[in-house]
């Protein structure tokens, strides 16, 4: 049996166990922060390790909470009005999750997979709707750099044409149009301390550190 | 006519310890420097320009760059020297039509602050928070913009920056310690000028 100072210690997680488990039986899952899969330090020199740490622990955990607390106010509401209330914050921070962990993934070390493009199906399309990878990254860059204010940059796959396109989304919107191949984080915080204002060295720098095979899979997946 | 980078009004280090002087050089020689050869640019191509089509696909750079150029501008001015770090009259509020205007608003200036950084907090993206007079009321409002948007709903009084270059350096992803320092060089004297210019000098 416990003691009354040991129950009541307890209280507030076994509240919050609960009201996860009645969010869980009405399907809403909590968001958590995925893990990195590298060390935080792993993309230098292109990206520091500080701008890693801060970027994942910071901004994407801050994300993921927001997300996390709409998502809860969404499952209490009742009425219409505020459901649309709260779409903003559910977009800017189920975006900003949806974004980040697309773009973890996206990276790799430079001595692992980074930076490396093979032959297979995602050169190909390159090649194809491209005409080389240099001509994509160019294209990528200019486009990303030009986003007036933040947002994101990608190499999106266009069900439709069955092309690849470069393609930009503002702030922390989703890329919805296009499946995603590769995303690039344009926000300052994604850059700046390693950076400052100069973000063509960073668009730069981050395609030795692009994940390839990753951008590959997710095109072989879009394409069935 | 070119748009030219005005001068800042104090030194690069005159703002610290709320900003520093490595941010100020950068978001003055860089960041703004960049709006206006633009502007410059983008006014350029719009007076060559011959068909609508061609000045309506010009308007985006007009804006961001245009935008940047007024915010920045105002910003500059809008800032001074911290009379806590015995540099400059920044952050003191006297006595007059300013003060009396946050008051009958807010109560007091201290709760005009709160609400200006949770309004300015609240930006999902990059922009700016605001201290706007409306023409129409004759009340003092806080508003934002997103991006590089001017103001144009209020008569600009105080401007910050809450675009992340604009503190990142210094004060990392915690907006809010950046936004509670940043009240101590705001140049409260610039800010019943513009007061007292919008309201045609008329009792609010």
Not at chain 1, 66 to 95: C, D, H, P, R, W
Request: charge should be neutral; hydrophobic fraction near 40%; aromatic fraction near 10%.
């Amino acid at each position: 049996m416990l003691s009354f100072a040991a129950r009541n210690a307890l209280k507030p997680n076994v509240c919050r166990a609960f009201a996860a488990s009645a969010r869980q039986v009405r399907g809403i899952q909590t968001a958590s922060l995925p893990p990195l899969p590298y060390a935080y330090d792993a993309l230098e020199p292109h990206i520091s390790g500080e701008i890693m740490k801060l970027h994942h622990q910071k901004h994407h955990q801050t994300y993921v909470n927001g997300l996390n607390a709409a998502e809860e106010a969404y499952s209490k509401t009742t009425s219409v009005k505020e459901q649309i209330a709260l779409q903003a914050a559910i977009k800017f921070n189920g975006g900003g999750h949806i974004n980040h962990s697309l773009f973890w993934k996206n990276l790799a070390p430079a001595n692992e997979d980074g930076g490396k493009l093979v032959d297979g199906p995602l050169k190909q399309a390159i090649e194809r709707d491209f005409g080389s990878v240099e001509a994509l990254k160019k294209q990528f860059n200019a486009t990303t750099a030009a986003i007036q204010g933040s947002g994101w940059g990608w190499l999106g796959f266009n069900t439709g044409n069955k092309k690849l396109e470069v393609v930009t989304t503002s702030n922390q919107d989703p890329l919805i149009s296009h499946v995603p191949i590769i995303g690039v984080d344009i926000w300052e915080h994604a850059f700046y301390l390693q950076y400052k204002n100069v973000k063509p060295d960073y668009l730069n720098a981050i395609w030795n550190v692009i994940n390839f095979k990753e951008a590959e899979k997710r095109l072989v997946e879009a394409s069935k | 006519m070119s748009n030219t980078l005005p001068p800042l009004p104090y030194a690069y280090n005159a703002l610290e310890p709320y900003i520093n002087e490595q941010i100020m050089t950068l978001h003055h020689t860089k960041h703004h420097q960049t709006y206006v050869n633009a502007l410059n640019a983008a006014e350029a191509a719009y007076a060559k320009a011959s068909t609508p089509k061609e000045r309506i696909a010009l308007q985006a750079a007009l804006k961001f760059n245009g935008g940047g150029h007024i915010n920045h501008s105002l910003f500059w001015k809008n800032l001074a020297p911290s009379a806590a770090a015995g540099k400059g009259n920044g952050g003191v509020l006297k006595d007059g039509p300013l003060k009396s205007a946050i008051e009958q608003v807010w109560g007091s200036l201290d709760a005009l602050k709160k609400e200006f950084n949770t309004a300015t907090l609240g930006i999902q993206g990059s922009g700016w928070g605001w201290l706007g007079y409306n023409t129409q009321t004759k009340r003092l409002e806080i508003a934002t913009t997103p991006n590089q948007d001017p103001l144009l709903s209020l008569v600009p009084i105080i401007g910050v920056d809450i675009w992340e270059h604009a503190f990142y350096l210094q004060y990392l992803n915690v907006k809010p310690d950046y936004l509670n320092a940043i009240w101590n060089v705001i140049n409260f004297e610039e800010a019943e000028a513009r007061l007292v210019e919008a309201s045609g000098n008329s009792k609010l």
